[in-house]
């Protein structure tokens, strides 16, 4: 029997950790239609991109881009390392390892250093980004190829 504070933190973790890891397929999957269609037609690619952003409105109410390589960046960045976009993974990953940390003794030790580091790992790209103007591209991939490791650390 565990406290229903212990339950609630572990649900919403868990929660969060779905959300992450949903927008990064999103992501994946936009990324590579993007790519297939961009040598056909390049406004069925804009669409891929515009209709992302319109499921996950940043809030900025902004007209997007009309170039395809900002509008991939501008939506990229939004959905993976923007840490005041509510849909991030970047701000999913930090809800999950705030519940995470009030409920650390109801957690395994390689679950919650998986977590922290993803959580780390993400915080750094998003400062470098501030700093140098990086493209998001890499750090949505590498976002997306730790998630599944934070799985198989819950399993265990």
Do not use: C
């Amino acid at each position: 029997m565990i406290l229903s504070r212990v339950a609630d933190a572990l649900y919403w973790m868990g929660r969060y950790l779905e959300r992450a890891e949903n927008v990064t397929r999103l992501l994946i999957v936009t990324e590579e239609m993007s790519s297939e269609v961009l040598g056909l037609d390049e406004d069925v690619a804009r669409a891929e991109w515009s209709e992302l952003r319109a499921i996950f409105p940043d809030g900025d109410g902004g007209k997007p881009p009309h170039s395809l390589p900002a509008l991939v960046q501008v939506a990229l960045y939004a959905l993976s390392i923007d840490p005041g976009h509510p849909h991030s993974i970047f701000f999913s990953l930090k809800k999950a390892r705030d519940n995470a940390r009030t409920v650390r003794e109801a957690l395994t030790i390689e679950v919650f250093v998986a977590l922290n580091e993803t959580y780390k790992h993400d915080a750094r790209g998003a400062r470098s980004r501030h700093r140098h103007g990086r493209p998001a591209r890499r750090r949505a991939a590498l976002s997306a190829a730790r998630l599944p490791r934070l799985r198989r650390a819950g399993a265990q």
